[in-house]
């Protein structure tokens, strides 16, 4: 008896152990160039001991010079690297119906926030959602949302300055979410956020609670995002369990009063009422509420960027002095801030494209193909169903687009220079119809930051030992550390 237990056994893990040599030789067959895996682990063994997923795939895109790479998944599901930007603009925009979906969420219907937001939407869903809210994001609307940024904006000062009265420096990653959510929270949703002038108001704590980061959220995220049968069975989450029940409660009771007012806001949730009236036979209710979800998180993004911005601002204080000069130069001669008055800073857009160049804030893109798909000028096919990444931090750090790479130079941005970038190389948004829908507000949101940030305090950094920018490993994108995010603020002496 434990003769033939054994037997089975053994034979079992001959048979695994084949089959798993046999999934090792999948990009070998196809002539494909690809890294060596080990047996079970494919090649994500070493990202355990690398801070992030993005220095992994940044090693990986090092690590070769051809066009594309394959390598493999943990239990070896084969998967390709494209590094070429010809490569990445033919497959993600040309033929981007080939790559209509991202890999993360599907089946994982426990977190219905999660896997009904936009990000890992499927198709047809996800175009009829997309069609739906791009208007609202369109530069006409963006005209009207200004103008709460701009006052949230002047909200931002006022916070900075009774901060300064009592403490010596002040915990920018604090100020800057605060600063975010309640333009999300006020210009969004119609919401009375007041963080930045009430302090740890119940809808800030909500939206940190939502996108809290730890060692289990990573895992959960992380899992969620690339290994979805395996967050399906754990049961694993995007969103916060507890923050979410509140939260959702918060803008399913606002969206109901709403549709029982005549006074029309014309902000999201106004939106997402219309489209629930016009598209309600086809998409759910908690397909549309999802997107509110899905703006909350996007929201900490722009966090980052401004703390990430300020931090080089201050390792640099020519580019801040130079900041400051033509802010004060373009403000000087308007009365009024406006959109207009913002695009006439032109450095100002320089620095923050070179923030997003260095420290882009979702250093990997990734896209799974829909139907087979023939890679051009070759034979090579990929399958329905093979995840395809592309390593963004590794494309804006390679010299060869971008020489001397770890240095911050807003001059590659200038109007003379940007023409030379080479187009499909610098991807801080994105490529293709998945693109990240709030683009332009994005942008606004950390414009606005920065410039009533260096037009009324010089700034330096808290700590002289805090001065090298160091990512927080517990982030799913690219974040700062704790440790550089301690600034000091003072302000600027007129004439």
Not at 10 to 15: A, E, N, R, T
Not at 159 to 186: F, H, L, N, Q, R
Not at 308 to 316: G, M
């Amino acid at each position: 008896m434990y003769l033939l237990t054994a037997i089975i056994f053994v034979s079992i893990i001959i048979c695994l152990c084949l089959y798993i040599k046999k999934r090792n030789s999948y990009w070998k067959n196809l002539g494909v160039p690809y890294a060596e895996p080990t047996l079970l682990f494919g090649n994500l063994l070493a990202l355990l001991q690398i801070k992030s997923s993005a220095f992994w795939f940044r090693n990986l895109y090092e690590s070769t010079n051809h066009l594309f790479y394959g390598f493999f998944f943990t239990l070896n599901t084969p998967a390709l690297l494209i590094r070429d930007p010809e490569l990445i603009k033919q497959m993600f925009v040309k033929n981007s119906d080939f790559f209509a979906h991202r890999l993360g969420g599907q089946n994982c219907n426990h977190d219905k926030m999660g896997v009904n937001s936009m990000f890992f939407m499927k198709s047809p869903t996800w175009k009829i959602v997309r069609k739906a809210l791009v208007p609202f994001f369109s530069p006409y609307k963006l005209a009207n949302l200004s103008t709460i940024v701009f006052k949230t904006g002047d909200n931002l000062v006022a916070y900075i300055e009774s901060e300064m009265t009592t403490k010596p420096s002040i915990d920018v990653p604090m100020m800057a979410s605060m600063y975010t959510s309640d333009i999300i929270g006020t210009g969004l949703f119609g919401l009375s956020a007041e963080s930045l002038t009430h302090k740890n108001t119940r809808y800030y704590v909500l939206s940190e609670m939502l996108a809290k980061e730890s060692l289990a959220t990573l895992i959960e995220r992380f899992c969620f995002g690339v290994f979805p049968r395996v967050a399906q069975f754990l049961k694993m989450r995007f969103f916060d369990k507890t923050s979410t029940q509140i939260l959702k409660r918060i803008l399913v009771n606002t969206m109901e009063q709403r549709k029982s007012s005549t006074y029309v806001r014309g902000d999201f949730l106004d939106l997402l009422n219309s489209v629930e009236r016009r598209h309600g036979e086809i998409l759910k209710h908690d397909e549309l509420v999802a997107q509110a979800f899905q703006m909350h998180f996007a929201a900490h993004t722009s966090t980052n960027t401004i703390i990430l911005a300020l931090h080089e601002i201050c390792l640099h204080p020519h580019v801040q002095a130079r900041l400051r000069q033509e802010i004060t130069q373009v403000l000087s001669k308007h009365e009024v801030l406006s959109l207009r008055v913002l695009y006439d800073m032109v450095y100002l857009d320089m620095v923050v494209s070179e923030t997003l160049r260095k420290h882009p804030i979702a250093p990997i893109l990734e896209r799974v193909c829909t139907k087979s798909y023939t890679i051009p000028d070759t034979n090579i096919v990929i399958k329905k169903g093979l995840p395809c990444f592309v390593s963004v931090y590794g494309l804006h750090h390679n010299s060869e687009f971008f020489p001397n790479p770890e240095k911050f130079d807003p001059e590659r941005f200038s109007p003379e220079n940007r023409p030379n970038i080479v187009s499909g190389s610098y991807l801080p948004f994105g490529i293709g119809p998945r693109n990240c829908i709030a683009t332009r507000l994005g942008l606004l949101t950390v414009k606005v930051a920065l410039m009533k940030i260096i037009h009324n305090f010089e700034i330096e950094l808290g700590a002289t030992e805090d001065r090298e920018i160091g990512y927080d490993p517990l982030c799913l994108f690219i974040g700062p550390n704790k440790n550089s995010s301690i600034m000091k603020f003072k302000p600027v002496r007129r004439g």
